[in-house]
């Protein structure tokens, strides 16, 4: 694969010709936003929920519509993060900060405008980043063996213990259930059917889009109908949104300065959007030039968030794309909207399937712009959306969960395998159990699994193999600071504290 070649960028223009490519955008960048802007509504649910609907359309219309839903949904969080002050996915929390007292102050309409325009760039600079960092990376990665995607892998179920709140344990115990679940079915080596127990339709495996759907969007449904929590009336007029250049003008460093944070952030496995916008407002209370107002409701509260968790999208997609680790818990489920298109993300995608990487590059840009026309023009309409009653919003999503399972193979079974998905993720969301590893578990174990055996055929049982070859050494090195960091960092805490 010759690096940085036009045919790389311009090769998946002519199914731009088709008039479908730019619907399936604007329809998914519309959908995104609604679902973003309705609280407690999660940006992965909203995508995981949506994926079985893509199974029958082209790879590149169904990912055109699927990349629109993720940039909607992380831009649509902001909405209801300034009118409600109830962020309508996590990584809008830092925008509630200065967003919602701008709301309060009758700026709610300035305060959207300048979460737009700062996403826009941000959405921007991210696509940028990836046309250019892929297929440096893949042509790196189109070197790797079996022992390397072993290290890559690892370093993949590592960070379960990293992104799991609270308990380092329950995560753990969440992503061995995900390794468990991805096992069942027939051995890769030997062909041997494993906890099968008697179904034939376990033979192939569990399929991980119900299993998503269940986890994520069943289960939010039910959080959401024992729940009162989201039961807020907006208010809030809204007036004069596209912002005036001189604020454009001030906030321009603030959002170059987070853009660049919410790109390297969201290409670390497992970090997201959520830190993203943290360490972004986080930076801006220390180097912005009104640092000491932040938190009263000024631009820049709203601007570098906004920039970074919207940059983080194409920063997620990095890792994803090239090597087949998720960037975050949306680019997870967008790796089940691959598979099922019969496409395995990773260095090959970029030799094998260039056109398909070109047209999610194009994609990407695209939704940005209908993102940034969508959020200016459809600021009024998502403001009443969002107090759209519960009663009706919830069977709606139920319905659709259910005929997005049944459509993937026809089979009665998938709708069984939601529904216990869904339960089982209500449950280990009142215990504190996190979902994403049993997600990442899920899809990663196989390919841990095949890639590990393999490299101990090939060396005939030598486990040095791994330590042998520096690339292999080299990830499982990060591999042992990943698991050992945070404990070694506290002792040291601990020792400096004392001294």
């Known amino acids: 694969m010759e690096l940085f070649s036009m045919d790389l960028y311009l090769s998946g223009l002519q199914y731009f010709a088709n008039p479908g490519m730019f619907l399936a955008s604007f329809l998914g960048v519309l959908v995104g936003i609604v679902f973003g802007a309705l609280p407690g509504l999660t940006t992965t649910m909203t995508i995981a929920v949506f994926i079985p609907f893509t199974f029958g359309m082209s790879p590149f219309i169904s990912f055109a519509f699927l990349l629109g839903l993720y940039t909607g949904a992380v831009y649509g969080g902001s909405v209801s993060a300034i009118l409600m002050n109830i962020p309508g996915t996590p990584s809008a929390i830092a925008t509630s900060l200065d967003g919602y007292p701008m709301s309060q102050a009758g700026r709610a309409g300035e305060a959207i405008g300048i979460s737009t325009i700062s996403s826009t760039i941000g959405g921007f600079l991210s696509v940028f980043v990836l046309m250019f960092a892929a297929p440096a990376i893949a042509s790196i990665a189109l070197k790797f063996s079996a022992e390397e995607y072993v290290g890559i892998t690892l370093i993949g179920l590592s960070i379960i213990a990293i992104i799991s709140p609270g308990s380092t344990v329950k995560g753990l115990l969440a992503g061995v259930i995900g390794l468990i679940i991805g096992i069942i079915g027939l051995d890769p080596i030997t062909g041997y059917p494993r906890f099968i127990m008697g179904r034939a339709e376990l033979i192939e495996g569990i399929n991980s889009i119900p299993v998503m759907i269940g986890m994520y969007g069943l289960s939010e449904m039910l959080v959401q109908i024992s729940s009162s929590k989201y039961k807020v009336s907006v208010v809030q007029k809204i007036s004069s949104i596209v912002p005036p250049f001189k604020n454009i003008k001030r906030i321009l460093s603030t959002v170059v300065r987070s853009s660049f944070i919410g790109v390297i952030i969201g290409a670390l496995p497992a970090a997201g959007g959520s830190i993203a916008a943290l360490v972004a407002y986080g930076q801006e209370k220390r180097l912005g030039k009104r640092k000491e107002l932040l938190g009263t409701g000024i631009i820049e509260g709203i601007a570098a968030p906004e920039a970074a968790n919207n ?144 490299s101990l055929m090939l060396s005939e049982g030598n486990w040095a193999t791994f330590v042998q070859r520096p690339i292999s050494l080299f990830f499982l090195i990060v591999v042992i600071l990943l698991l050992t960091g945070p404990t070694l960092m506290k002792q040291i805490k601990k020792v400096t504290t004392h001294k």
């Open 311 to 454: 940059a983080s999208t194409g920063g997620a997609l990095i890792p994803m794309l090239t090597l087949g680790i998720p960037g975050d818990p949306m680019t997870a489920v967008l790796m089940g909207g691959l598979i099922i298109q019969g496409l395995r993300p990773g260095p090959l995608l970029f030799q094998q399937q260039m056109p398909f990487v070109s047209s999610i590059f194009i994609s990407l840009l695209l939704s940005v712009v209908f993102m940034c026309i969508l959020g200016l023009l459809g600021a009024r309409l998502y403001a009443k959306l969002i107090s759209f009653p519960k009663k009706y919003l919830i069977p709606a999503i139920l319905v659709f969960s259910l005929i997005g399972s049944y459509a993937i193979s026809n089979s009665i079974f998938d709708i069984w395998v939601l529904i216990i998905s869904g339960f089982v993720g209500f449950v280990f969301r009142k215990i504190s159990i996190p979902i994403p590893p049993v997600i990442l578990g899920m899809i990663l174990g196989p390919l841990f699994e095949s890639n590990f055996r393999r």
